[in-house]
DNA sequence: AATAAAATCAATCGATCGTTTGACTTTTCG
DNA sequence: CGAAAAGTCAAACGATCGATTGATTTTATT
């Protein structure tokens, strides 16, 4: 279930390329596309600076295939972790007191995502680079993860405020609601600050997932209700 | 009351500065810290290399100065649209329902920061850039900007909610209502994708602004209640 | 073992980076 | 007016960038 990120390969020039892409995965997301040098990349790598260009052609290359890995990636930890909903809700079985609970439980995984160590502090550093400074790799993100979630997602608020996923409104309120989640990664330096803390551990995990579930309820059941 | 971002001087000296600041607030915010070089911002403020060494002392210098100016502006901004709000904040003179339009009101400012043109686009891009890869200038925008607001709208939902703003769990839920407003913001790309449009109009706004009233509503009045 | 293919490497290319220098022009002020 | 101060500018510095070359070593195949 839990497949790695790209997976040991059995030939030693692939398992160069492997190498590679963990150090492009890992420099890009420190310091950026522009700002990580392919010297550097190929150092912690260690490779020489050509293995790139004879592995990738060149390192726009080797950026957009390390893009193609991290979606792929993604895709198989939504479907591993919310798969048979997922798939009800494609067919169109799905009732508006299940779809609440399905919004919760993409919430619930993306936030869990966020605590994840390892090589996913660098996936979303990346993934929050393209958001931020989008570069002309972005579509490749975006059609490849970003928008199959996004519309799901859309879809699922929809059933559950019996609205249209296709109105903006709706789609706006489900980026709205995204955000909630995705503002703990993008400005987690600032929330970090604000704790006072040195990092974010499970007791927040534990109040985030909490209230993030109680918003989702309290947006999906009581709404067109006059609060009193 | 709308202070430009950078006073128009007098002296030949001093003009010369703001233009290198304002160029330097486009470039920056285009491409990053890294990634904008000293000529091509001295060549869109019309001035030479050497007149950044000149009047900033170093390209990093010059970077402090573009923070600073844009925390003490954006706190002229806030303090113009909300300033007696939260004087009677600050003085502990807010009841309950006064909190949460505060909070509503809050978030329209926000949200209302990002529909803005101009140079607002560049500070938010800025703004953007200290939040997902800090520089070791973060601390200016935290301190100087990102702090006193968090702070004040976590206390505005404590006082909504009573509860008490020194607990971990309202910070929590304070930054993730926060991060409906910014979304919008940082993932932009995506959500103009996912809408269709070229960009972002006064209509999203009015339906940003409606549903993030609603959730705020929904939040600070229902909750606690035992959904119908 | 011999040959071809694949992989690795040091060295180098031209371009651009931030910074510095020193001469030059403009402004300021007694 | 004339000297000092402030501002401007082209040129050059060493460092680093992405990319390329051509030789060398390692692996695979017959």
Not at 114 to 123: A, I, P, T
Not at 159 to 172: C, H, N
Not at 190 to 210: E, F, K, N, P, Y
Request: with cysteine; net charge neutral; glycine share 8%.
């Amino acid at each position: 279930m839990a497949a790695k990120l790209f997976p040991l390969p059995a030939n030693k020039g692939d398992r160069a390329r492997r190498k590679l892409l963990m150090a492009a995965l890992e420099k890009f997301a420190a310091k950026g596309y522009d700002s990580a040098s392919i010297r550097e990349i190929a150092d912690a790598a260690g490779q020489n600076v050509a293995s790139i260009a004879y592995y990738f052609g060149s390192k726009k290359k080797l950026y957009i295939a390390l893009l193609e890995g991290i979606g792929g990636h993604l895709r198989e930890v939504f479907a591993a972790s919310a798969g048979e909903m997922l798939a009800r809700l494609d067919g169109g079985t799905l009732e508006s007191a299940e779809a609440v609970s399905g919004l919760q439980q993409m919430m619930r995984t993306m936030i869990g995502l966020q605590f994840r160590g390892g090589d996913f502090d660098k996936v979303r550093q990346i993934m929050i680079h393209e958001q931020t400074a989008p570069s002309d790799c972005y579509p490749i993100l975006y059609e490849g993860m970003l928008r199959p979630l996004h519309e799901r997602f859309t879809r699922l608020l929809a059933i559950a405020r019996g609205e249209d996923p296709e109105q903006p409104e709706v789609i706006l309120r489900a980026h709205a609601l995204f955000g909630q989640a995705i503002s703990f990664t993008w400005a987690r330096p600032t929330i970090v600050r604000r704790l006072g803390v040195r990092q974010l551990d499970d007791s927040h995990l534990g109040s985030i997932t909490a209230l993030i579930d109680e918003h989702i309820d309290l947006i999906c059941n009581s709404h067109s209700v006059s609060p009193r």
